[in-house]
């Protein structure tokens, strides 16, 4: 039974794609591993790679050459400085010089050593080959995928017993919905304490709060800098930044905060009819995804793309409806969506490469409809039927980003997601689970089954839906 961590599905990261930017980023870091290990990484002259699929389909407008490049020089997504990226690339476009891992210095040109292929690899979509020659002539190569979410596999998955190992001493193993609300009914548990009493079991809760804390302080800042940032975003398409805009017309004085903080309390006192509230939900949500789409940090939650759902979310408990909320409420609801996005990832995908943008933006709505439900007094079983609300109206969602970049239509996306968790969330405390039609189980299996029909097309790929109704030369 595959036991997953709140820390792999809510990971620190740089936009803008958890599968096309930050897996390519940390599989070049594992293949520079794997050289290490097997005592010939000194012994490297030339590097190539190859990008499969739909990394190589929409590779440009995720920038996962940018990614590997940086992932290949040693550099760590989480605490890489962003401002420095350009500064990087040129550097390595100008010297024609790569430092592999930030030791030893290999002729490296982009257009020629990276190489798009649009050929699909059997065993997923997102195929990326690491490819190096030897003083002595041999020639090495190692074939990674990336997942979703940030998540880097091998076909072989030559770690996946060690890390069962690692995770078999959770206590509390769940695969489906019916095991969530076993544990909880048994121990008298809601479902963060279960989820605590796992993370326990690899961390202490120190560790827990710290590793919680970054992630909710990157959310937070996500949001404040997007909501003030001017400009256009990059790529080609044109797209102006829209969470400014909207934030000025929320509150035109900024002189009431100086950081991110006081901001949280300068909301709290603004208006809050419900046109205000659908504004606010929505600015936070896009502010998040414009700092995704240029290249910021995020919280990958369960994907960069669909980033914007969860703090937005979160954010709206915590300024609108408990002004009293505090670290407590942030740590149960990142526990609470980080459960329901693992019984996708287990059950389904959460890789639009494979199902849409059902599994990412549907999982993000359904792991923060999930999530909001705990907060607002909601049983486990209310969580689930949250979370099946929210995924039930995203089924067959596609996956088709204009020019391959994550913007259009992947931006308003997430203001969508979280209006549709907030709307689930309050139609689930309404509702008796002794009378529910649709158990989340049955919901995840059948967007994994809709996941499976959908043309390929629709599956991050550009070559359906608005990415070809819609050209570059329209922008």
């Given at each position: 039974m595959e036991s997953i961590s709140v820390f792999d599905m809510l990971k620190i990261g740089v936009g803008p794609s958890s599968s096309h930017t930050l897996g390519p980023w940390r599989a070049a870091g594992r293949w520079i591993d794997h050289c290490k290990r097997h005592g010939y990484f000194d012994d490297i002259t030339e590097i190539s790679v190859d990008l499969y699929g739909s990394l190589s389909l929409t590779g440009r407008g995720h920038a996962t050459d940018v990614a590997v490049q940086l992932g290949l020089c040693g550099f760590d997504p989480v605490t890489f400085p962003i401002e420095n990226i350009e500064t990087e690339i040129e550097s390595i476009k100008n010297n024609h010089i790569l430092k592999l891992n930030s030791e030893l210095d290999i002729p490296f040109v982009a257009k020629e050593n990276i190489t798009f292929n649009r050929k699909f690899l059997e065993f997923h979509p997102n195929g990326i080959t690491f490819r190096c020659l030897l003083k002595n002539g041999t020639k090495r190569h190692m074939t990674y995928y990336s997942i979703g979410g940030g998540f880097v596999v091998q076909k072989e998955r030559k770690r996946a017993k060690k890390k069962l190992k690692n995770f078999g001493n959770f206590p509390y193993q769940t695969e489906t919905g019916i095991d969530v609300i076993k544990y909880c009914n048994e121990e008298g548990f809601p479902i963060s304490e279960m989820v605590l009493q796992n993370e326990l079991s690899l961390r202490t809760e120190t560790e827990i709060n710290e590793g919680l804390k970054a992630i909710w302080d990157v959310m937070l800042d996500s949001m404040y800098v997007g909501c003030h940032t001017v400009g256009t975003l990059p790529g080609g398409l044109n797209v102006r930044r829209?969470?400014?805009?909207?934030?000025?017309?929320?509150?035109?004085?900024?002189?009431?905060?100086?950081?991110?903080?006081?901001?949280?309390?300068?909301?709290?006192?603004?208006?809050?009819?419900?046109?205000?509230?659908?504004?606010?939900?929505?600015?936070?949500?896009?502010?998040?995804?414009?700092?995704?789409?240029?290249?910021?940090?995020?919280?990958?939650?369960?994907?960069?793309?669909?980033?914007?759902?969860?703090?937005?979310?979160?954010?709206?408990?915590?300024?609108?409806?408990?002004?009293?909320?505090?670290?407590?409420?942030?740590?149960?609801?990142?526990?609470?969506s980080s459960e329901i996005g693992s019984l996708f990832k287990k059950g389904a995908t959460i890789s639009a490469a494979m199902g849409g943008c059902q599994a990412e933006i549907g999982v993000s709505s359904a792991m923060a409809a999930g999530a909001l439900t705990e907060l607002m007094g909601g049983s486990p079983e209310q969580c689930l039927i949250a979370a099946e609300i929210a995924m039930e109206h995203h089924l067959g969602l596609t996956c088709d980003p204009i020019g391959g970049l994550v913007q259009i239509p992947c931006i308003e996306r997430n203001a969508m997601g979280a209006l549709k968790a907030i709307n689930a969330c309050e139609l689930a405390l309404d509702a008796d689970p002794s009378q529910t039609k649709v158990p989340i189980d049955k919901v995840i299996a059948t967007m994994w089954q809709t996941a499976k029909d959908m043309a390929n097309k629709y599956k991050e790929t550009s070559e359906g839906g608005l990415a070809v109704q819609v050209n570059m030369s329209d922008c």
């Open positions: 829209r969470a400014y805009a909207t934030h000025k017309t929320l509150m035109p004085d900024e002189s009431k905060y100086n950081n991110a903080t006081e901001w949280v309390e300068a909301i709290r006192n603004t208006e809050v009819k419900f046109r205000q509230i659908l504004k606010w939900v929505s600015c936070f949500a896009l502010a998040v995804n414009e700092v995704n789409a240029s290249l910021g940090r995020v919280v990958t939650a369960p994907t960069n793309g669909s980033a914007g759902v969860i703090p937005a979310v979160l954010m709206y408990y915590m300024v609108i409806e408990n002004h009293d909320a505090n670290f407590e409420d942030v740590r149960r609801f990142l526990l609470v």
